[in-house]
């Protein structure tokens, strides 16, 4: 039996905050273990689990509790009181079928084509831009995608600041170690965000408003859970938010993906010719680029990985960034190579970067197949629909801060159509 090493230090928040991606591998390299503990966020002892193994460890729920793990900040600004993230057992199972309902072949087909829809539409308004920062003209387009398809209505005049509300609150997780001065307009912006959704769940119920079926505004507001209760009209602001919110997340995503167009010219014509191409692609950006870090959990009872025993109660943290950066997992993991998806067994413990395990029993990702569609329709249009210069700037994509981004938001400017008229 192996026994458990530690990154030495009392506290070692602020060493992962600087570090930040490469924290973990750096400590696995230098511990020379796949599995290490490590004391963060006020001195609490944390097991750092990585690869397929440790993923299948971690979302099997009979050995790993996930309720009360998530930092108390980022439930309050990132997902809300009570929200389905916070849930376990039986109440959880029974609010992620709600979720999970949502996905229908005919609502993964709107999305599909509200992205297309609306990046079509925002052409013009693109090509009067002197330059596009395609970080930020995301947020604005898929709030729009987003609101829609949960069936919420939002005036225009409202847009660019539900926007930036729902950016705040996504940006809220980098708020993890130490003091945070983005908690107050955080919660501020969660505030705004759940009073104007509050106010359409009630006047849903009270047939003042009436959002389409199959929406998640009509759904969320007629729900029962499995006792007959209706949601609480707080709490399914809070989920329903829970629907569209991250959506506009995806922006993190399409301007990785326009930087890997920029830098590897040669997937914009494959974008065009090589079947499934747009899917091999969304899914390579979903796992070379950093977003979501790591994942918590505990453990409820004696568990072993990799020949280490850990007790029951033990704090553990899943690496996300280091999973989907395994060598056992993936040739070349800092290579980018959307072609490595042509034979990718659809494995739910490798790729990860939303999660993984069961979409219905675990809390793996419920927009993860919105996410897919979204990044395809849109690679699709910056690679076909318009073309753009790529002015100098700084696109380097910072790994020693979380979450990452591109460090100039993606610049792209004198934005054209591109139509053949022959
Ligand atoms: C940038 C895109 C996205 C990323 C990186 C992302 C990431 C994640 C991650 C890491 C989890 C937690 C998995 C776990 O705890 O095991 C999660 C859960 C969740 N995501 Fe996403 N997500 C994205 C997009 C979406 C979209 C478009 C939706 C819209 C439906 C969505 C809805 C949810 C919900 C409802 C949960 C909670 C599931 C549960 O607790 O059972 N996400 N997501």
Known sequence: MATLKRDKGLDNTLKVMREGYLYTSNQRE????????????GGKSFVVLNGKEAAELFYDNDKIERQGTLPKRVVNTLFGKGAIHTTTGKQHIDRKALFMSLMTEGNLEYVRELTRNFWMANTERMEQMDEVNVYRESIILLTRVGT????????????????????????????????????????????????????QVIKTRKG????????????????????????????????????FRPLIAINRFISYGVLALHKHPEAVEKMKTVKDY??????????????????????????EIDGVTLPADQSLVIDIYGTTHDPKLWDNPNEFNPERFLDWDGSPFDLIPQGGGDYWTNHRCAGEWITVIIMEESFKYFANKIVYDVPEQDMDVNLNSIPGYVNSGMIISNVRENVDRS
């Open 30 to 41: 230098r511990l020379g273990t796949n599995v290490f503990e490590t004391r963060a966020l």
């Open 148 to 199: 829609r398809w949960a069936g919420v209505q939002a005036p225009e005049s409202e847009i660019e600041q539900i926007a930036t509300d729902m950016d705040i609150m996504i940006d809220s997780f980098k708020g993890l170690g130490g003091a945070f001065k983005g908690y107050r307009s955080s919660k501020a912006a969660r505030k705004r965000v759940e009073d104007w959704l509050e106010d």
């Open 208 to 243: 003042e408003i009436h959002p389409p079926k199959g929406t998640a505004l009509y759904e969320f507001a007629r729900w029962t859970d499995y006792e007959g209760n209706q949601m609480d009209s707080r709490l399914c602001a809070i989920d329903l938010m829970n629907t």
């Open 278 to 303: 747009p899917y091999m692609f969304s899914q390579e950006v979903r796992r070379f680029f950093p977003f979501v870090p790591f994942l918590p959990g505990k453990t409820k009872v004696e568990v």
